[in-house]
């Protein structure tokens, strides 16, 4: 796999790299199913930071199109007041999502870059923080079920967290994403 070109497989193994921190059973069972192993994880992980360090590889949109081909889904989004364009991939592991970039309408500056339900796809039943399995849904997902969500500081590169208001009405948990899919929960500090 490391003399490949660099594409949807090793991409997919990029996103479980980060993932394997905190789920590293369901990321053994990832592995298998892609045929692949941990070394090729780490092989995939090294060339995708060195693209992103290189001086010469392109950035913005054109780093993942190159990587990834022509997104399945091209759009111009409005978030606020801002104008993005976001551009979406189908990722095999996970058949129910897309890997969607926001980037500015030029192309340029990535805004940013995670999983997403496909538009297709039907949203998971989420009615109590029980629900709330690892990667059982993605950010939107958990602050749409669970509202008032609040955005908390991320902890590290392609994570985020969201504090929550279960239901029915306890003490408020933290939610921990790694590229928008959700990996735990635990209450909050």
């Known amino acids: 796999m490391p003399t490949e070109p660099f594409g949807i497989g090793h ?10 921190d905190h ?7 990832a592995l298998r199913e892609l045929g692949a192993t941990h070394t090729d994880l780490r092989e995939a992980h090294k060339r995708w930071q060195a693209r992103l360090r290189s001086r010469t590889f392109p950035g913005g949109e054109r780093r993942y199109r190159t990587a990834l081909g022509r997104p399945e889904t091209e759009q111009e989004r409005r ?4 104008t993005c364009r976001a551009l979406l991939w189908p990722v095999p ?3 129910e999502l897309r890997f969607e970039v926001l980037c500015a309408p030029d192309g340029g500056a ?22 709330l399995t690892p990667w059982s849904c993605t ?3 958990a602050a749409r079920a ?22 029915p009405p306890g003490p408020r948990v ?5 590229w928008g899919l959700l990996q735990y929960v635990n209450p909050e500090p």
């Open 93 to 95: 592991l996970w058949p």
């Open 110 to 131: 990535i805004w940013n870059e995670w999983l997403v339900r496909a538009p297709d796809a039907p949203a998971p039943p989420l009615r109590t923080t029980a629900d």
């Open 23 to 29: 789920q590293p059973g369901l990321v053994d069972d």
């Open 11 to 20: 991409f997919q193994l990029v996103l479980l790299r980060r993932m394997a």
């Open 146 to 167: 669970f509202p008032p969500a609040t955005p908390l500081p991320p902890d590290a590169p392609t994570r985020s967290r969201l504090a929550l208001t279960p239901r």
């Open 79 to 82: 978030i606020g007041d801002l």
């Open 174 to 178: 933290v939610a921990h994403f790694t």
């Open 139 to 141: 950010v939107d997902e």
